[in-house]
């Protein structure tokens, strides 16, 4: 038996098929159910103060069953089998959402999530970046890597953006990178840009930028030698390059 004034539960990796029904713990504001057999998110009702939960690797099919968790502030749905966004509708107070490694095909079902500032879907099934648009003014890290992303025209109006993460995908040109000016971070390697001209077009006026991933990419495979410099010249106050620091 648990005492019902447990604050955090951590039941990661421990076979579990099914949240037990009519679980109460009226002062729990954590709980990790990552690395189980779950198959359906329910029998949290009673659970009002949770404010981080855990299902990395599961074997959950469909987002139901947090309607009731309105305090939510961090979601972590990684590694499952989710196809479509939704049913988030109530979690207004949710900062951070983790949705990778899915089979995601669209960005949808975001829309009353106004206070979101974290937003991952690595590793799932996009092909283009729309639906963010009700995020405009609260998302600051986005992640999106690993994906068959071949456009980031869906990224201009999210002008809070600090940190992007758009490699190993499909994209060939940075274009409208520059309407993204708070954006501190950018992760590109391993797509096909291949034209240092749409970087400095794109990018030049992006004083904010201090790091920037372009490893993997024709651009770069192609000039190995010079690649380093053109990106510096291109970006003189840039700090990072890959993974190299830039030595002043």
């Given at each position: 038996?648990?005492?019902?004034?447990?604050?955090?539960?951590?039941?990661?990796?421990?076979?579990?098929?099914?949240?037990?029904e009519y679980i109460e713990f009226k002062k729990l504001h954590t709980l990790d159910l990552s690395f189980n057999c779950i198959k359906h998110i329910r029998n949290l009702e009673r659970c009002k103060k949770l404010k981080n939960l855990?299902?990395?690797?599961?074997?959950?099919?469909?987002?139901?069953?947090?309607?009731?968790?309105?305090?939510?502030?961090?979601?972590?749905?990684?590694?499952?089998?989710?196809?479509?966004?939704?049913?988030?509708?109530?979690?207004?107070?949710?900062?951070e959402l983790w949705l990778?490694?899915?089979?995601?095909?669209?960005?949808?079902?975001?829309?009353?999530?106004?206070?979101?500032?974290?937003?991952?879907?690595q590793s799932n099934r996009l092909t283009s970046i729309n639906g963010l648009e009700a995020l405009a003014d609260v998302l600051e890290e986005l992640y999106l890597?690993?994906?068959?992303?071949?456009?980031?025209?869906?990224?201009?109006?999210l002008k809070r953006l600090r940190v992007l993460d758009i490699s190993n995908n499909k994209i060939e040109s940075l274009e409208y990178i520059n309407q993204n000016e708070?954006?501190?971070?950018?992760?590109?390697?391993y797509n096909l840009?291949?034209?240092?001209?749409?970087?400095?077009?794109?990018?030049?006026?992006?004083?904010?930028?201090l790091t920037i991933y372009l490893e993997g990419n024709p651009l770069q495979k192609t000039n190995e030698s010079t690649y380093r410099n053109?990106?510096?010249l291109i970006l003189p106050w840039i700090k990072q390059i890959d993974a190299t620091y830039v030595q002043i």
């Open positions: 038996m648990l005492p019902h004034g447990l604050e955090e539960l951590d039941l990661y990796d421990n076979s579990i098929t099914e949240i037990p855990y299902f990395v690797q599961n074997k959950i099919s469909q987002i139901t069953g947090l309607d009731s968790l309105e305090g939510l502030i961090s979601l972590e749905l990684g590694a499952n089998r989710i196809r479509i966004i939704e049913n988030l509708e109530k979690l207004v107070h949710l900062e990778g490694k899915n089979k995601i095909t669209e960005l949808k079902g975001l829309e009353t999530l106004q206070n979101l500032r974290i937003l991952s879907v890597s690993h994906n068959g992303i071949t456009s980031i025209e869906g990224l201009r109006m708070n954006l501190q971070e950018l992760w590109a390697s840009l291949s034209d240092f001209g749409n970087i400095e077009k794109e990018c030049k006026s992006m004083k904010n930028l053109k990106i510096r």
